[in-house]
């Protein structure tokens, strides 16, 4: 913006939300009858907001303002005037950002502004509401590097991509690339960015308790804060997208990890009419005390001392064609496909309950639990059970029962890969196809890996692992190690590992402006 007016000096109000990873549950997790497990990524969202302080000329009264940035983009700042003056409540309009009149849209921007403000007059009034905005918000909105493919960024330096060069990598490094032209390594962008940005308004706007995101995620345990962030930016992704998916990548940015059972659509069809100022209330659509939100965020975490792994594969697959193909084989084959459905249901529901159950064991036998971990890591999956004297140590039930658990995540996961592989063959859908079948085998029959798979969808987009991650090993002892040196050697497929990890925060989380590395430099820079 030409006459960008300044910031005002208190710290701004930074929310940040997780991207998503579902490791089981791809297409089944589209119907409510059936729950996805989901783990949500350390990579985060941020937004940033803080207040425009004075006029943007001397004197003058203008309209309130609110720009927001991407500066990790080109082309990528949007300014809008709010108006309240009208008949519709709140009016956001875009207007142009430079004196050429030139300006690109962001439709999920615009829509987050826009449903959140009006939600806002509804439950704090228009008075409040355009208090709280004062002469208008400077908002800057960045993802940590994960969100987006760093391969050219790391050729341009010669470095290999390996986690050591990701980690080199200033943090929200620039793409040099315009949004759409972008490329994903699919956590969620979108999902993340408008949980964060959604979340972010509510709270700096006094919409909901300073206090909304202090409480975990978790339906039993998040604040109504919480709750009515999630409800807003389910609807606002859905809105923007254009379609109603089943919601687990907002669920996972709101509440983290979890087992997700997806809401009945119907909760929101009266509002998914994209007019921008809609007559429809939305507060008592969207208020977690409408009981048509129906959705089920059950507690899930992956065990302690193991380590989830991405990477990114370089072909990418247009997810919403693989949907589109794989329920109309279902509608198709109905029998057939219900048999296969509630086989791989079972499957995917037993793999979450003994990784539920090995955090329950390492909280009761943590000793046992830590040797069996060392032990695991230096062997392949299939030899874990085969030495003899592994009863024969002193604790050997505790150890033994550690050990046959991660057998089990090892067979389920490969049960559950060669039953999304029979289903894609059926309904001529690459979900695994031969190339990531060969890719996958390969990581998994490293010693110390203990389960994989493709995340979600499928295709050709990525790979997930669970790795054994023992205490006080060194980076050569570490299975992650040799993962690692397996991907970077790979032929068959341009395999570029991700940073992230499973999230320990819940979802939303709010954060100190000058605690996130590289946070301010970014937001500073004009
Ligand atoms: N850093 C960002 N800043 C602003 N908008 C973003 C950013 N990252 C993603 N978006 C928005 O999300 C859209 C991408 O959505 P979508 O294609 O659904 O991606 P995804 O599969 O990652 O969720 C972009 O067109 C843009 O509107
Ligand atoms: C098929 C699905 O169940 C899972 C798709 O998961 P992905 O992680 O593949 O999704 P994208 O972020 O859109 O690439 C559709 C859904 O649940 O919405």
């Not at 067979?411 to 890969?417: A, G, L, P």
């Amino acid at each position: 913006m030409s006459s960008s007016p300044s910031s005002s000096s208190s710290p701004p109000t930074v929310v940040s939300s997780s991207g998503k990873v579902l490791l089981a549950g791809g297409y089944l997790v589209l119907d409510p009858a059936y729950p996805g497990v989901v783990v949500s990524t350390s990579s985060r969202f941020y937004t940033v907001i803080d207040a425009i302080s004075e006029p943007s000329a001397p004197g003058a009264d203008g309209p309130i303002q609110i720009r927001v940035r991407s500066p990790q983009f080109l082309d990528a700042t949007w300014l809008y005037f709010v108006d309240f003056a009208g008949p519709d409540g709140v009016h956001v309009e875009q207007v142009p950002d430079n004196p050429n009149g030139a300006s690109t849209k962001n439709k999920f921007v615009h829509l987050a502004l826009q449903r959140t403000l009006a939600l806002g007059v509804e439950l704090v009034s228009a008075g409040t509401l355009q208090n709280a905005l004062g002469r208008g918000l400077d908002i800057t909105i960045v993802g940590d590097n994960d969100f987006y493919s760093q391969r050219a960024q790391l050729t341009a330096q010669n470095l290999p991509p390996t986690l050591e060069s990701l980690a080199k990598l200033p943090p929200f490094n620039k793409t040099g690339v315009t949004l759409p032209d972008v490329h994903k390594t699919g956590l969620g962008s979108s999902a993340a960015l408008i949980t964060s940005l959604v979340s972010g308004l509510l709270l700096y706007l006094k919409v909901i308790p300073s206090d909304s995101f202090a409480t975990e995620g978790g339906t039993e345990t998040a604040s109504e804060g919480r709750k009515l962030a999630h409800n807003l930016s389910q609807y606002i992704h859905c809105l923007a997208q254009g379609k109603v998916g089943s919601g687990f990548d907002v669920s996972a940015a709101a509440f983290g990890s979890q087992l997700y059972t997806r809401f009945d659509p119907a909760v929101i069809q009266p509002l998914m009419n994209d007019v921008t100022d809609s007559s429809e209330q939305l507060a008592p659509i969207i208020s977690p005390s409408n009981k048509a939100w129906d959705y089920r965020v059950e507690p899930f975490k992956l065990p302690p001392h193991t380590r989830l792994m991405l990477a990114d594969v370089d072909a990418g697959s247009d997810t919403p064609s693989l949907v589109g193909k794989v329920l109309k084989w279902r509608k198709e084959n109905s029998a057939d496909a219900k048999t296969r459905w509630d086989e791989l249901d079972a499957l995917n529901q037993k793999l979450s309950r003994v990784l539920l159950r090995l955090g329950e064991e390492e909280a009761k036998y943590p000793t046992a639990y830590r040797k069996a971990v060392k032990y695991i890591s230096t062997i392949q999956s299939v030899q874990w059970l085969a030495n003899p004297n592994i009863i024969e140590n002193e604790k050997v039930s505790d150890f033994r029962r550690v050990i046959e658990a991660f057998v089990e995540v090892n067979q389920t996961s490969e049960e559950i890969r060669a039953k999304m592989r029979e289903m894609g063959k059926l309904a001529d859908v690459p979900i695994e196809p031969p190339e990531q079948t060969a890719l996958l085998d390969a990581c998994v029959s490293v010693a110390g890996v203990i389960g994989g798979g493709v995340p979600g969808a499928g295709g050709y987009d990525a790979i997930w692992l669970l790795v054994c991650d023992p205490p006080n090993c060194t980076s050569e002892e570490l299975p992650a190690t040799r993962v690692e040196r397996v991907w970077s050697t790979y032929k068959g497929l341009d395999v570029s590992p991700l940073l992230a990890a499973e999230s320990v925060a819940k979802g939303v989380r709010v954060e100190k402006f000058d605690d996130v590395p590289g946070l301010a430099a970014i937001v500073r820079e004009q």
